[in-house]
């Protein structure tokens, strides 16, 4: 009998172990976050849900093409992708394009030509921790070109959306 006992404590104690070690790594190193609108469509869609690593820009700096939560001024958290960062100079040319340095970003994963350049229409230059963030469904989206939102400071960025964990049948890495 106090065998039989010892062993469901132990067994309990452990999954209490485990629960609290699984609830550490979901709020403490990841952040869920639910997708609103289409600006990022088609990588993501309104309704999905994904998991932000809010721990791994401490060790390596945002990087161009990632996607990231970002917390806007007023407390407003959105996702977008980064496609400039700091010393590159952006513009969206005359024919919807976006450049960088100069050149049509190669590798684009925008939708469309860019109908609305916004504050890009003229070269924006950006500075030490600063990024330019654009949604991947560019005509449906309010990002740095819009002055509302601008060129995003490093402080901004709260992590890197990793994983889609909603709905079922897209579940995977997000790239």
């Not at 309990?12 to 699984?22: E, H, M, R, S, T």
């Not at 952040?31 to 993501?44: E, F, N, R």
């Not at 394009?97 to 924006?124: C, E, F, S, T, Y």
């Amino acid at each position: 009998m106090k065998r039989n006992l010892r062993r469901a404590l132990s067994t309990g104690v452990f999954l209490v172990v485990v629960l609290l070690i699984v609830y550490m790594i979901i709020n403490v190193i990841m952040q869920k976050t639910i997708i609103v609108g289409d600006s990022m469509a088609p990588t993501l869609e309104e309704g999905d849900a994904v998991f932000t690593n809010i721990l791994t820009y401490n060790f390596n700096p945002p990087q161009v093409d990632d996607i990231v939560l970002i917390e806007l001024k007023d407390g407003t958290r959105i996702v977008k992708r980064i496609v400039a960062d700091q010393g590159d100079t952006v513009q969206v040319d005359g024919f919807g394009r976006l450049n960088v340095n100069g050149g049509v970003k190669q590798n684009d994963h925008g939708v469309g030509i860019i109908m609305d350049p916004g504050i890009a229409h003229d070269p924006v230059r950006l500075n030490a921790e600063d990024y330019f963030v654009l949604g991947d469904n560019r005509n449906s989206s309010i990002d740095s070109r819009n002055p509302s939102i601008g060129v995003i400071r490093r402080s901004q960025i709260v992590g890197k959306v990793i994983y889609r964990v909603a709905p079922f049948e897209k579940i995977g890495p997000v790239e």
